[in-house]
Nanobody, 126 residues
Framework: QVQLVESGGGLVQPGGSLRLSCSAS????????IAWFRQLPGKGRDWVSC???????YYTDSVKSRFTVTRDNAKNTVSLQMNSLEPEDTAVYYC????????????????????WGQGNQVTVSS
């Protein structure tokens, strides 16, 4: 059974840092690009970042220079390091992938992607 499991997240003050991790079961992450999305209450999921199978990284403009996505294939894990967090970063964060999405690491919409993690709340507040 294909499953993505996220960990990390929580509550942090503005300017602080958090790290999210995404691990896989039922398949090997080596052969998949991994995307991160986030969702505000009552909104759809917005694309945040993607890391290709080769380790190339892509970010939406609002998180560039603050977020870093990395992969550790030996641990079958992808991580999203989030620094200089702002209240506007408050959302539920999801990792996602599927075989078609993995062909090209680029901005996607929610409907483009089939495999999702359970989501993890990130709250930035003083």
């Amino acid at each position: 059974q294909v499953q993505l499991v996220e960990s990390g997240g929580g509550l942090v003050q503005p300017g602080g840092s958090l790290r999210l991790s995404c691990s896989a079961s039922g398949f090997t992450l080596d052969f998949f690009a991994i995307a991160w999305f986030r969702q505000l209450p009552g909104k759809g999921r917005d694309w945040v970042s993607c890391i290709s199978t080769e380790g190339n990284t892509y970010y939406t403009d609002s998180v560039k220079s603050r977020f870093t996505v990395t992969r550790d294939n030996a641990k079958n894990t992808v991580s999203l390091q989030m620094n200089s967090l702002e209240p506007e970063d408050t959302a539920v964060y999801y990792c996602a992938t599927d075989p078609i999405m993995s062909l090209e690491c680029r901005r996607r919409i929610q409907a483009d992607v089939d495999w999702w993690g359970q989501g993890n709340q990130v709250t930035v507040s003083s």
